[in-house]
Every structure is written in structure tokens, then in C-alpha cells.
């Protein structure tokens, strides 16, 4: 029977990247062979561990006829990503990080609503959950998008939020019909940006998108001491990249100017704001060394930019407006202070 059932529903690829995942490999990929869907692949790509995944990528690779393996070069996420593409031959791919996992019904609901509304990408939710350093849930908030059926780009504009937005930006809670993907890749060689520099063309191009108000994904953050993937010299470019790959989209949505303005300086200062946070935040490094590099944005002018904008538009809290111009200006040790104060004042 199980073989029927997976004769009559269409194939799911899931893409998983592996990288230094290794206490987290198992969980991750148990999730997603216990999928209700009875047609679920794992692409595992090996992006040149070395701290054993690679070989636990093979131990499992033998253990279940559903998982296959690849293994490259270290070459980033993008890059893993794009090989997994490269080896997808089913109708429909998933992407999957190796230290998150999925809800058992993920699949089969997305797959579903694909299904029924004919669907390009479907996009849900996901829950945010925060461990201690022993993998204790500390909290968990859920995430999730209004029902909304983007047909030819028709959406109202009162429905394009930020909240929407921040849904376009991330690659693991969607399910891409692998034919809309065409020949598209993830841009190699960029980090932070990618899935929205992704994204965002490509849903402009879409039929027919589907957010669906359902939480798929378990997206894991695990300590202070990693909070934010590392120092992004090029903050400012690259949130410029990703500012544009919106834009695409918003024009593709009919958005008015003056709301997509809005949309994209609060897009920006928000993305500006968190790699500071990450910056300051980082336990694992020297006070000398958070300072540096927070000095290093403050005075990117692209950074700055960002900042002056969001300031002129009022994205910012009123009360917090005197503390962003100190990062409009430059200033260091106040804009150290506000962020680390900013989790008992925001």
C-alpha cells in the first residue's frame, strides 16, 4: 500500500546543504523521512565538512533508500544549494538547513495547496525557537502569513506588509514547483542575502503564489554566542542587492511608490539593525573586536544611508530615533549601548 500511495502523489526533492552540522544532522533529517507524504527524496550535499557530517551523510545515505548524497568542495550555501538543484528530478524541491527540522505534516500540506491552486510556490510558515547551549527549548514563537492567492501578480496592496515581506526572505518554507525554477540559481558567493536575492525575481515571475497560514519548519537558534552568521564586510552592498530584488517584486505586485519606499527603507533598516545586534551580541568575540567591526558599519556609507533613511520616512520608534542617528553619525559606543540594551527596551 505504502508504494501505491507514493505511485499516485507527486515527488517531493528536499535539498538539505551539510556543513558542520553533525549534532544536528539526524534530528533534521528523521524529520523529514517521517513525513505523512509518502513521496518525500532527501538530497543530502556534503559542502566539504569535516567534522564527521560527511561521513554520517553516508551512514544514512545506506541506511534509507530515500536519501541520496553528493559530496563537493566547501563552496558555501548557495553553492550546496545549487548542486542539490542540479540532481532534483521530481515535480516539486523543498530546501531544508541540517540544524532545523520540519513539522511531520509539512510536505503533504504544502504539497496539497500546490495541488489545488496550481500553485508556482507555496510559502508557510515556520516556528522560531530559541535552545540553551544543552538544546533546552527556551521559547518558541510562531510565524506565520495571512491566506493570500497571488495570481499574475493581483494582490492587494494593503496586504504587501513587512511581516509578508519577511516571508519572501528565507528559502526552507516554501515548496517550488521545480518547473517555475526553471534554470534559476542561487547567487554564489554572497551571504545573508541570498534567498531573498532568490526569491523575490522569481515570485515576480510566478502564476501563481500561495501563502498559506501554516507553521512548517522548525527554525533553530541555539545561543547568544551564534547569533548572526559572521561579519558581512559588505553589509551595505549587499543590502542594496536585496533591496533591489524587492523592488522587482513590489513593481511586479502593482505597489504603490510611496508604500514600496516605505517597504523597502523598513526592509533595510531592519536588516542593518540585526547584523549590529549580531555584532554586539557575539560572546565569542573580544570587546575590541565587537567594537571594530561595528565601527567598520557605521562607516560604510551604504550603511549609513540605510540608517538616514529609515530616519527620514520615521521607520523608527520616536523614542529610539536619537539613538539611530548615533549610528547616522558614526558613533560607536552609543550604538554598542542601545543594542545591548535593546532586548529589555524593544
Not at 509539512?106 to 491552486?117: K, P
Not at 510559502?123 to 544543552?134: K, M, Q, R, Y
Not at 512548517?216 to 533591496?243: K, N
Not at 508604500?259 to 533598516?269: E, F, N
Request: charged share 20%.
Amino acid at each position: 500500500m505504502g508504494d501505491e500511495l507514493r505511485g499516485l502523489s507527486p515527488e517531493v526533492d528536499v535539498i538539505v546543504p551539510v556543513y558542520g552540522v553533525r549534532p544536528y544532522l539526524r534530528t533534521c533529517v528523521d524529520s523529514i523521512l517521517k513525513q505523512t507524504h509518502p513521496a518525500v527524496n532527501i538530497i543530502l550535499v556534503d559542502d566539504g565538512a569535516v567534522d564527521g557530517s560527511a561521513e554520517l551523510c553516508d551512514d544514512i545515505a545506506r541506511e534509507h533508500a530515500r536519501v541520496a548524497v553528493v559530496h563537493r568542495e566547501n563552496g558555501g550555501l548557495s553553492a550546496a544549494r545549487n548542486t542539490g538543484l542540479s540532481m532534483a528530478s521530481a515535480p516539486y524541491v523543498m530546501f531544508v538547513d541540517a540544524d532545523d527540522w520540519v513539522e511531520p505534516a509539512a510536505v503533504a500540506g504544502l504539497v496539497a495547496v500546490a495541488e489545488d491552486e496550481a500553485a508556482d510556490v507555496v510559502i508557510g510558515g515556520f516556528h522560531l525557537d530559541h535552545v540553551d547551549v544543552d538544546g533546552r527549548l527556551i521559547s518558541s514563537v510562531v510565524h506565520v502569513p495571512p491566506a493570500i492567492v497571488v495570481r499574475n501578480g493581483c494582490i492587494s496592496a494593503e496586504a504587501v506588509s513587512f511581516e509578508l515581506l519577511g516571508m519572501v526572505g528565507y528559502a526552507w518554507n516554501k515548496l517550488y514547483r521545480r518547473e517555475a525554477l526553471g534554470q534559476r540559481r542561487f547567487l554564489e558567493g554572497v551571504s545573508v542575502v541570498e534567498d531573498v536575492v532568490f526569491n523575490a525575481p522569481l515570485l515576480a515571475l510566478c502564476a501563481t503564489v500561495v501563502f498559506t497560514p501554516v507553521p512548517v519548519l522548525h527554525y533553530m537558534q541555539r545561543s547568544r554566542e551564534t547569533l548572526g552568521t559572521g561579519f558581512q564586510a559588505e553589509l551595505g552592498s549587499l543590502t542594496v542587492l536585496a533591496s533591489e530584488a524587492v523592488d522587482e517584486l513590489l513593481r511586479s505586485w502593482c505597489v504603490p511608490d510611496e508604500q514600496a519606499r516605505m517597504l523597502l527603507a523598513g526592509l533595510a533598516h531592519r536588516r542593518v539593525q540585526w547584523a549590529l545586534r549580531g555584532v554586539v551580541l557575539n560572546g565569542t568575540l573580544a570587546f575590541s573586536e565587537r567594537r571594530r567591526r561595528l565601527i567598520a558599519h557605521l562607516e560604510d556609507p551604504l550603511v549609513v544611508a540605510s540608517v538616514r533613511t529609515a530616519l527620514v520616512l520615521g521607520i523608527p520608534r520616536r523614542a529610539l530615533r536619537p539613538l539611530h542617528h548615533t549610528q547616522a553619525v558614526g558613533w560607536a559606543l552609543p550604538t554598542y549601548c542601545f543594542h545591548v540594551l535593546g532586548r529589555h527596551i524593544r
